[in-house]
């Protein structure tokens, strides 16, 4: 049984999912040439195709020769940049396709990564309108998710929206994509060690309600990815479809589960206190996955430090009947330095500073990360016992030089 079977045998049974199947979900040479079939099956006849410049040239303006040589007459809406050469999923975006969205728009399709997709599906919520997912790069594992992470008034804030009917990620395409994204994708599926890391930290100690198959769904996405490096190294077609079946396969988890617990801990939280002070600061954008990867072998560091140390002498019973387990599970993480390592292995940043960062941001992030959410995570743990984990956090800031 193959991943995707899996995630169907766990949940395609609800109605809710049971669109997704494989009728919906194509990842495979020439998958956008099943697109024009798909809207006369749908019954739709203008499609707004939404991109932005670099995009539209990856894969939205094919879209629309696509649906065109078969008779579906197509309008584009290309975002345009902002002032530092790049579109953020905000206000201004948002206003921008809403705009392009007639009385005739039965169905908007998402050409682009994860920026395109938050703002697509932020829209197609709001329009009550359904939205299709055509991938421009293996970049994030929020195509079949439900969650748009919105940027307003310079704070991000994710908002429970709605999940594509459809995903056409041509391989052909992806396998062309920047090497950089193909990274990002990477890096966003290390991330899981730590965020099903804390899920467990948090069932544990907090009593959180923990969904054993999805989390094993997830881990299996991650495992997936990692057998598959050597197809990444060098990204075949091969490779590429493993990684975007597992980025699928995690989101499509967080759908069924309406949470992103499983995929998103303490290093996405960094990985956003890092993306608001440059959006404070007006700087360029990191890639997500570039940071979540980055972030995960800084999460884990901290988290095997602080498992060599004694339980703290005024933790809770909960924490005290706990810590052995903790323990063995913090110890169980590969270790930072093989973090870097596969992550180099594919062609995108391994460290802070190779990402851009300075020892005050990261400790900026470290001291912030754990009041993003209201989620708890082994950060959230180190933070309530400062004066046990503070050494770690300035001699995690000291190393980047």
């Known amino acids: 049984m193959d991943l995707w079977q899996e995630w169907y045998h766990v949940y395609g049974a609800d109605e809710r999912f049971a669109r997704f199947n494989r009728s919906t979900l194509f990842i495979e040479d020439n998958a956008l040439h099943r697109l024009p079939s798909f809207c006369k ?14 995009t539209y040239l990856a894969i939205g303006e094919q879209t629309k020769h696509v649906l065109e040589a078969e008779g579906i007459q197509t309008e584009s809406c290309i975002i345009q940049d902002d002032e530092r050469n790049e ?8 206003i921008e396709v809403l705009l392009q969205v007639s009385d005739q728009t039965d169905v908007i399709i998402a050409a682009g990564a994860g920026t395109i997709h938050d703002i697509v599906r932020f829209v197609a919520y709001q329009k009550n309108i359904p939205f299709v997912s055509v991938p421009s790069a293996a970049s994030v594992d929020g ?31 992806l396998v062309n994509a920047p090497r950089a994204m ?8 290390l991330g899981k060690w730590t965020s099903l890391a804390d899920w467990k930290v948090s069932s544990w100690l907090k009593q959180e309600p923990y969904d054993e198959q999805g989390a094993q769904l997830t881990e299996k996405a991650l495992h997936n990815c990692l057998e598959a490096i050597d197809n990444l190294t060098t990204p075949t077609k091969e490779g590429i479809k493993t990684l975007m079946e597992s ?37 360029p954008q990191w890639l997500h996955g570039a940071k979540v990867g980055v972030a995960c072998g800084i999460i884990i560091d901290l988290y095997q ?30 270790p930072s330095a093989e973090i870097q ?19 005050s941001l990261l400790h900026e992030g470290l001291t912030l990360a754990h009041t993003i959410r209201d989620r708890y995570t082994g950060l959230r743990l180190a933070h309530e016992y400062p004066e046990w984990s503070r050494p770690i956090f300035d001699e995690l800031a000291s190393r980047i030089q």
């Open 41 to 54: 099956q749908k019954q739709w006849k203008h499609p707004l195709i939404v991109a932005d410049q670099r």
């Open 87 to 94: 579109v953020l999923a905000n206000e201004e975006a948002i």
């Open 143 to 173: 195509f079949t998710s439900k969650g748009a992470p919105i940027v307003l008034r310079g704070f991000k804030k994710t908002i429970q929206t709605v999940a594509p009917e459809a995903l056409f990620a041509d391989l052909g395409v």
């Open 182 to 189: 193909t990274a990002a994708g990477f890096g966003d599926m």
């Open 247 to 283: 980025l699928v396969v995690s989101g499509l988890v967080m759908m069924a589960l309406d949470h992103s617990r499983p995929a998103s801990g303490a290093e996405h939280h960094l990985s956003h206190v890092w993306e608001m002070q440059h959006l404070k600061h007006r700087h």
């Open 305 to 334: 430090q602080l498992s060599h140390q004694s339980c703290p002498h005024n933790a809770t019973p909960t924490l005290r009947e706990r810590w052995t387990d903790i323990e063995h599970l913090f110890q169980s993480l590969p």
């Open 341 to 359: 390592r596969w992550l180099h292995l594919v062609g995108g940043p391994g460290t802070f500073a190779e990402l851009g960062g300075t020892p």
